[in-house]
């Protein structure tokens, strides 16, 4: 069977191309989306500034709800500074040193901000340096003594242009900038090592700045107007609340007797048994005790999100790939398998079973796919370091966070599209092994007159289920309902290559009776052929309308939400400008009543965002919920307008929160009731809801109260300020001339002008666009090939008109016609199948019937569609032309 198989191959190279492009095509994608979910689950980042670390005690920084994936926890969750003393006296520890991060950033000789790596961490105490291994081993000059001295890490200090022994200003926790000497560089001489970036302070002084100790931490709770000085304790040995324990953190008393985590130094050959020992000590404390490559995660509590972005993109990518590469090797082996129906039909002839038939048409396949599928998994491995590339350049995952390889990915395609094959290719052959075998040669030149009406119903029903599908978005505008548009678009395009032979079966019908009477010779054998191969065509039609609406569906999808959210956010901003610091980390202290004393100034509120994960009883199940949720105080309303509809954002206050109607509906959360939420740091809270708003899509499902935040986020720092002015010119200047007066500051409109297009798009729908390119170029490459295949099966054919007195140029004017008819075909039924979901789509989210997206992408895919059908049949027909007939 094997050999008879490879021998039927050697005579269909044409056909099994396209085969074997399809497959190679469907082995990149899923090797790729493969690598990326892998990678989120067992990637780590480098262990960094942790590296001279054996063993490393930290929070949690993952939510994990029973039967869901972890959810990634991004504010920092600190731990008790006690465990330094206790641990340092364990058999084997040579040195504990208990990590702390806060704020900092320098001023170099013009007043301007040099961040020394993420600004909101970039603080540190001197003992630190000692857990960064070599990295920290290279020091020029000697540690900060007293509270007037700090180190510098040499990348940052050359971009300030100071050195040792120099004075240089430093903002640390939103405080005025203050003078301190350089005592010493760290960092090896020439390298731009991440290991030592930040600005090192003495211990006690470290302590002190970032409120550690609990000596000043009276009246301030993070707010930029809060004049008072708090600190949390690095070092000292006093009791800290446990990790995930509640309360805000109105004086900054969470941070209190904590650090970020404790590094741990032992003897040669005693990490495994000190780790173990640890484990033992804090089991049941929720505190985790890593080694190895797990360090580098605890040292940047984001790189969990960034993991889980990986594993969120992998499984929405996975689906669609799988579909689309399943109908794309299906279709190419149906054209393959329907030229090789004579063969088969006259092997019937002789004797062969249904089976054996099947067989046979599997093995050929099976032999294609298995030469493809390796190269496609090797160029699936680029990929997926293109698509991480990607995400690091767009600043979703950290750009030391690697891939991981394995060769499981590999194995996955390999079954998946060998599944793939085996059954495409068994389907294909059905019919004809099932005929008898008279029939079965009689009819192996020809098709059926009639398509499957069983084949036909089941089309009008998917196609009729896709379009009920499209519904959603009228009844949740969220982003789970607008997923639900694109994915209609695809069920009605396999709807539509399950009923295609019949549509193109009458098509053709209908473009005959037009053309009876007076149309020339080459229209006439066009509309014959379209309609005499109606199940040739079809396939041909169907994939073409396939990447017609996979790319409009998506595209506008992604576009129409990014509009209707843009609307929400500008709608509700009654601010004219946003005040920011980037570069210091948060907002300095005081910013917020400075502001407020700014002559035309009307309003000012702080702004900031965190994540919560949200659970909830639905069906009777217990679900989480994580998401993005917005940090706002009762005096909000005069700078932003959500539309409430209920309740009240003046009552903001304490452990409140505000949620949109959408999610007061579904989750039966309305004024008065509580709701159970874990907020960023892990912490499980419930809180109650003092008001319902309209415009969720632009501010989020949920919205907490500044007092509820406070204390668990990574910094106390505001994130933004947005400021209301009566308008007038001289408020703006008064507020830009306040803005250049503060080092850091960043003055901006509060909504920036929109450009148009996809240019204000944010990193998640630039992903899935250039997704939808990967898609497209695959679907017209697969295209393209089915076509030159189908075109070349159609030999005998040519040479039969030719024969007959056809003249060449009468051929190719015939075949430029049924590529017309079938782009034509193919481009109608898309716009069909795509109108009714992008218009529920429009409608849901923009109140209108038509969705948002750019005016060009439906006339330049009509172009690219037509172009692909029309070189693909024009070059395998000049080719076969030059072939004499007999």
């Known amino acids: 069977m094997f050999r008879t198989a490879t021998r039927m191959a050697g005579h269909r190279i044409t056909a099994l191309i396209a085969v074997a492009c399809a497959v190679l095509g469907g082995a990149a994608l899923v090797t790729a989306t493969g690598v990326l979910a892998e990678s989120g689950l067992r990637s780590r980042l480098p262990a960094g500034r942790l590296a001279g670390a054996d063993v490393v005690i930290a929070a949690d920084q993952e939510f994990r709800a029973p039967g869901e994936l972890p959810t990634a926890l991004v504010e920092r969750r600190r731990i008790p500074s006690r465990l330094v003393g206790e641990l340092a006296g364990l058999p084997g520890v040579t040195a504990a040193v208990g990590d702390i991060s806060f704020p900092a950033a320098l001023l170099d000789s013009r007043g301007r901000v040099v961040a020394a790596g993420d600004p909101r961490v970039a603080g540190h105490g001197w003992s630190s340096t000692r857990l960064a291994g070599t990295a920290g081993a290279h020091v020029d000059g000697s540690a900060p003594a007293g509270a007037g001295e700090v180190a510098v890490d040499r990348a940052t200090a050359a971009a300030a242009g100071i050195a040792k022994g120099d004075s240089v200003r430093v903002v640390v926790d939103g405080r005025p900038a203050a003078p301190y000497r350089v005592s010493a560089l760290i960092g090896a001489p020439g390298a731009q090592d991440r290991a030592t970036r930040g600005v090192y302070f003495a211990d006690p002084t470290a302590a002190r700045l970032s409120g550690r100790d609990g000596a000043d931490d009276t009246g301030r709770t993070g707010r930029a107007d809060d004049t008072g000085r708090a600190g949390v304790a690095g070092g000292a040995d006093v009791s800290g609340a446990a990790p995930g324990s509640g309360g805000a953190d109105s004086a900054g008393g969470a941070r209190a007797g904590t650090v970020d985590l404790v590094g741990l130094r032992t003897e040669p050959g005693a990490e495994g048994r000190v780790a173990a020992e640890v484990r033992a000590r804090l089991a049941g404390t929720g505190l985790l005790t890593v080694t190895g490559a797990d360090r580098g995660d605890t040292a940047e509590p984001g790189a969990g999100a960034s993991r889980s972005l990986l594993v969120l993109l992998a499984g929405s990518l996975s689906g669609i790939v799988l579909l689309i590469t399943g109908f794309v090797t299906a279709s190419a082996l149906a054209v393959s398998i329907a030229g090789q129906r004579r063969d088969l039909a006259l092997m019937r002839a002789v004797g062969a079973t249904p089976g054996q038939i099947r067989r046979l048409a599997a093995a050929q396949s099976t032999v294609v796919a298995a030469v493809a599928v390796v190269p496609g998994a090797g160029l699936g491995y680029l990929l997926a370091g293109q698509f991480r590339r990607l995400l690091a350049d767009r600043g979703v995952v950290p750009p030391g966070l690697p891939l991981t390889f394995s060769p499981l990915p590999a194995l996955a395609a390999v079954l998946l599209l060998g599944l793939t094959v085996q059954v495409s290719a068994r389907c294909s052959a059905w019919r004809t092994s099932r005929m008898p075998a008279t029939e079965a040669v009689a009819e192996s030149r020809s098709e059926p007159r009639d398509p499957s009406r069983a084949r036909t119903r089941a089309g009008i029903v998917v196609v009729v289920a896709a379009t009920a599908m499209s519904a959603l978005p009228l009844f949740s505008r969220t982003l789970v309902g607008a997923t639900a548009t694109s994915v209609a678009g ?108 700014t002559p035309g100034v009307s309003a000012a509120a702080p702004v900031g965002t965190t994540t919560v994960v949200w659970q909830y009883r639905q069906f009777g199940d217990t679900v989480s919920e994580p998401g993005s949720a917005t940090i706002l105080t009762p005096d909000a309303s005069d700078v932003l307008d959500l539309d409430v509809r209920a309740g009240a954002l ?237």
Do not use: C
């Open 490 to 597: 695809i069920v009605g395009a396999i709807g539509l290559a399950l009923a295609g032979p019949a549509l193109v079966r009458g098509i053709g019908g209908a473009a005959a009776r037009a053309t009876r009477s007076g149309s020339s010779a080459p229209t006439w054998l066009a509309t014959a052929n379209l309609r005499a191969y109606a199940l040739r065509n079809a396939g041909i039609v169907s994939t073409l309308a396939m990447a017609v609406v996979f790319v409009l569906t998506y595209t506008f999808t992604q576009t129409t939400v990014l509009a209707a959210t843009d609307r929400d956010t500008r709608a509700g901003t009654l601010a004219e400008q946003r005040l920011t610091a980037p570069g210091l980390g948060g907002l300095p202290t005081g910013t917020l009543a400075a502001v407020r004393r």
């Open 650 to 886: 003046d009552r903001l206050t304490g452990a409140t929160v505000a949620v949109s109607d959408e999610a007061a509906r579904t989750r039966s959360a309305g004024v008065g009731r509580r709701i159970s939420l874990v907020l960023g740091d892990g912490t499980r809270t419930e809180a109650t809801v003092v008001a319902v708003y309209e415009r969720g899509l632009g501010f989020g499902p949920v919205v907490l109260s500044g007092d509820l935040a406070a204390g668990h986020t990574t910094t106390r720092l505001d994130q933004s300020l947005l400021v209301r002015t009566d308008g007038t010119r001289a408020a703006g200047q008064h507020l830009a001339a306040f803005a250049a007066s503060r080092p850091g500051l960043v003055l901006a409109p509060a909504e920036p002008p929109s450009t148009g297009g996809l240019r204000d798009a944010p990193p998640e729908v630039w992903i899935n666009l250039v997704t939808i390119v990967v898609l497209l170029v695959y679907l017209l490459l697969s295209i393209a090939n089915k076509l030159v295949a189908a075109t070349a099966q159609r030999r005998t054919e040519l040479a039969a008109l030719r024969l007959n007195g056809t003249t060449p140029r009468q051929i190719r004017a015939m075949m430029r016609r049924e590529a017309a008819m079938t782009a034509a075909t193919a481009l109608v039924t898309a716009l069909l199948l795509s109108a009714p979901p992008l218009a529920l789509l429009g409608q849901g989210f923009l109140g209108r019937p038509w969705p948002a997206g750019p005016a060009w992408l439906l006339p330049g895919l009509a172009a690219l569609v037509t172009v692909t059908a029309f070189v693909t049949v024009e070059l395998p027909t000049r080719r076969t032309l030059r072939t004499p007939p007999v």
